[in-house]
């Protein structure tokens, strides 16, 4: 238990780095908040003069200012509310927008292995659920777990200041209470980081569900996924149900020992009264006291309960902001000679992804020359996907070099490096902007004739021209309003818009019949002359386009040569081109 705490503590301290841009709103929050409840507590002692003097005394002479002074209490602890409200929205918001940036750029910068690794909904709860539980701490939790034990401690004070009898009937309630909140925040962190958890997974279901409904539909799988979706339903229910269990178990408690309390301090102060040791004003007093703290005694669970849930929200995005970029710019840069030639070579290349027995490639060597057109043919799982994946760095080698007109590409900056190498893959992701958006996508200074141009190698102009609103028409989520095809071609006029010196295409054609192929493929030798590319090819059709052809097996390049010499003399490759026509498909 007290391991937990601790990591509990541990936890929340790590949002101080955080917290310390808009420490001077919060602090003064602190202070509106500590101030008000003061006010409060003051109006019991007010109390106590008036019973002891005007009511006991039959002079009401004496009244009308104690009352006007309660009532300035009152409006003073109005106001103290009202601006601690106004001082902490800003900075609570501040805080979860900084860490919401801060994780959606950490999660830019990672490799693509990270995010294979990690389901999209797991991602997506931690940059909205668990950030909006942060700054409602932020905001409010904070601000009261401080101000809420100063009160404590103070009412204590008041209490044997009143009477130490009645002082000590009253810490005698408080004590156990606080003993009892600390033990019920460690059971209640573990049920409240697996419903935390449970969200996300439930959050991935409905995302994939949303993004899959044409596969759903058309396979009728509709069920099978609403059964997957209630089960993972009740499982956060049942874990939710658990939280209301222990929370109300403390709660239980939070209501008995405060009653029992001030129960004690009645039968005290009536001994008290009886053997004139103490007066009616001060009883009444003692009681108020009590009865006012009661909401900060019983309160300091609850807000335990929501440290808890708030260090379960931070380590859960600490989960992904500490993960490690592997994929960085280096230390010291290398320029790339000028002009670029695109002079592609993979130098006893070899790549496991992390944690695998076995590696991927087992030492490719491949050069491509400037202006040179590779086709990149192989069996499925031989690696192709992952020798495109090298050279603009989406992945790192495990040994070896990829260069660049000799430049290792880890020795260049990855800004540079992409743009220097453009990227198509097989699946065309589209975003929810407009065509030109698209097109233009993450390269500065791009005008409507460079779109156009784009689109024209794409052999897109005369579709997108045909769309509603032209280059401004929205293309909707992941483009899914367009056919295969179209999407395809937007995805290679995004690739070569920034007049790249090497192409890796990652079979961006598979979607297109054969003539738009071969006219996107003649269109791409016209137009950008002199640039290099590698092209994964599924189709006998694109590798009779290409200039050379490399055949990867088992991780290793086995033959390159012309379609023609590979056709005549390597049996290897005409068995993969009778594969490829017999299926149709990608392989």
Not at 26 to 50: D, F
Not at 94 to 114: G, N
Not at 191 to 217: F, H, N, P, Y
Not at 402 to 407: E, R
Request: glycine residues 8%; proline residues 5%.
């Amino acid at each position: 238990m007290s391991r937990e705490r601790t990591s509990t503590a541990a936890t929340v301290r790590r949002l101080w780095p955080y917290l310390k841009p808009v420490r001077a709103p919060i602090a003064l929050s602190m202070v509106a908040t500590l101030l008000a409840m003061l006010c409060g507590l003051g109006i019991p002692l007010i109390t106590q003069r008036i019973v002891d003097g005007p009511i006991a005394g039959r002079d009401l002479t004496a009244l009308p200012p104690l009352i006007g002074l309660i009532v300035l209490l009152g409006c003073a602890e109005a106001a103290l509310f009202y601006a601690r409200r106004r001082l902490i929205a800003r900075p609570a918001s501040e805080v979860e927008a900084r860490m919401r940036a801060l994780l959606y750029h950490h999660l830019q910068d990672l490799q693509v292995s990270f995010h294979d690794r990690w389901q999209s909904g797991q991602l997506l709860s931690r940059a909205t659920t668990d950030l909006t539980q942060v700054r409602r701490f932020v905001g409010f939790a904070l601000v009261f777990l401080v101000v809420n034990t100063l009160v404590v401690v103070a009412g204590l004070g008041v209490l044997f200041w009143l009477s130490p009898a009645l002082g000590a009937v009253g810490l005698a309630c408080t004590l156990p209470l606080l003993a009892l909140s600390y033990l019920f925040e460690s059971r209640f962190k573990v049920v409240a980081r697996r419903a935390q958890d449970q969200a996300g997974d439930l959050t991935t279901v409905v995302e994939e569900s949303v993004l899959g409904i044409r596969v759903l539909k058309a396979f009728g799988r509709g069920p099978h996924l609403t059964g997957r979706f209630l089960r993972q339903a009740r499982e956060l229910r049942a874990s939710e149900i658990a939280k209301v269990k222990v929370f109300a178990a403390l709660w239980a408690v939070l209501i008995v020992l405060p009653e029992l309390g001030i129960a004690g301090q009645l039968a005290f102060g009536a001994v008290g009264i009886a053997d004139g040791t103490l007066t009616v004003g001060t009883l009444v007093a003692a009681v108020t006291v009590s009865a006012y703290l009661r909401w900060p005694v019983d309160s300091i669970g609850w807000l335990l309960a929501e440290t808890n849930s708030t260090a379960s929200a931070l380590e859960r995005y600490f989960e992904v902001v500490d993960a490690p970029v592997e994929i960085t710019d280096p230390t010291r840069p290398v320029p790339l000679p000028a002009p670029v030639r695109g002079h592609l070579r993979f130098e006893g290349v070899r790549f496991a992804h992390p944690g695998a027995d076995r590696e991927v490639l087992r030492g490719v060597d491949l050069e491509v020359r400037p202006g040179e057109t590779m086709a990149l043919v192989g069996a499925t799982g031989s690696g192709k996907t992952t020798v495109t994946a090298l050279v603009p760095r989406l992945a790192d080698v495990t040994a070896g070099r990829v260069t660049v007109d000799g430049v290792d590409v880890r020795d260049l900056e990855l800004a540079r490096l992409r743009e220097v190498v453009g990227t198509a893959f097989e699946e065309p992701i589209l975003f929810s902007a407009s065509v030109a958006e698209n097109i233009a996508l993450g390269v500065d200074g791009v005008d409507e004739a460079r779109v156009r141009e784009a689109l024209r190698v794409a052999r897109a102009e005369e579709f997108v021209d045909a769309l509603p609103w032209g280059l401004d028409t929205r293309i909707g989520e992941q483009g899914l309003s367009l056919s295969g095809g179209q999407r395809q071609r937007l995805a290679l006029a995004r690739a070569v818009v920034g007049r790249p010196a090497v192409l890796v295409l990652d079979d961006p054609l598979s979607a297109l019949d054969v003539h738009t192929e071969a006219e996107v493929e003649a269109a791409l030798r016209r137009v950008l002359k002199g640039v290099t590319a590698l092209v994964v090819a599924h189709r006998p059709s694109t590798v009779q386009l290409a200039d050379r052809v490399a055949v990867l097996v088992d991780g290793r390049i086995a033959a390159v040569g012309t379609h023609t010499q590979l056709l005549a003399d390597n049996e290897v490759y005409r068995h993969l081109l009778a594969t490829l026509e017999d299926e149709g498909v990608a392989a």
